[in-house]
C-alpha cells in the first residue's frame, strides 16, 4: 500500500515511511519503486512492464515526499531541473540541541566512506555541501529545525548539522544517545517545489507530519 501525495500522466509522489528503500539494493527487500509500479499497473490496468523512473532519493530512515517519472521525458526534463538547481526541497528535523544562531547557512566538503555507508566533513576533500536552516521552533527537549539543501550529498542533512551539535533524534550514526523504537531518524522530506516538467505550472507537495509522538508537537 502507497500513500500517494500527487499524480498525473507524467509524475507521482508518495510519502515515503521510514525504512523504506527507494531502490533495491543488497538487504534484498522489496523497494517503494515495486509497490509504486505494482499500484500503477493495477491502477491503469497496464498488461505490460509499467516504466518509473527515479528522480531523487531519501535515505532509509528518513520520511516524507519522495518524486517518481512515469515517462522518461518527464525524468529526463526532472533531472535536468535538479542538476540547475531549480527545484527546492525543504525538510524538517528534531535535533537534540540548539544551532549557534537562529537562522544561517552551513557549508562544508564531505567525503563518503562506502564501506560504512557514512559521510565525513573534510577540510578542502571531497563534495561541496550547502544547506540553509532556521529554528521553527523550540520543544521541551528538542528542537524543532526547518533545512533547505542547496546541494544533494550524501547523509549531507546528518552529517552537518551533526557538526554544528545539532544531532537528529535517532540518528545513531551521526551521534544521537538513543535510537528511536522503529528505527527512524526524526528528518522528514516535509515539501518539494519545482515547475512541472510538462505542463509548466508551479508545483508543490507536501508530506503529512509522522504519527510518532514528538511531532505532534510541531505542527
Known sequence: MVNILYEDNH?????????????????????????????????????????LGTIHRLDRPTSGVVLFAKTSKSLSRMNKLF????????????????????????????????????????????KYALLNYRVIKKLKNFIHLEIQPKTGRHHQIRVQLAHIGCIIKGDLKYGAKRSNKD?????????IEFTHPVKNIPIKIIAPIPTGKIWKYCI
Do not use: C, R
Not at 16 to 44: E, M, R
Not at 100 to 107: F, R
Not at 183 to 191: G, R
Open 183 to 191: 528505527s527512524s531518524i526524526d528528518l522528514l522530506a516535509k515539501k
Open 83 to 126: 542538476k540547475e538547481k531549480k527545484i527546492i526541497k525543504t525538510y524538517w528535523a528534531i535535533v537534540n540541541n540548539p544551532p549557534p544562531q537562529e537562522s544561517g547557512t552551513l557549508e562544508n566538503y564531505l567525503q563518503k566512506n562506502q564501506k560504512k555507508n557514512k559521510s565525513y566533513i573534510t577540510k578542502k576533500e571531497g
Open 11 to 51: 509524475l507521482i509522489a508518495v510519502n515515503k515511511k521510514s525504512g523504506d528503500i527507494i531502490q533495491a539494493d543488497k538487504t534484498g527487500d522489496p523497494p517503494l519503486s515495486f509497490f509504486v509500479k505494482a499500484y500503477i499497473k493495477k491502477k491503469y490496468k497496464k498488461k505490460g512492464e509499467v516504466y
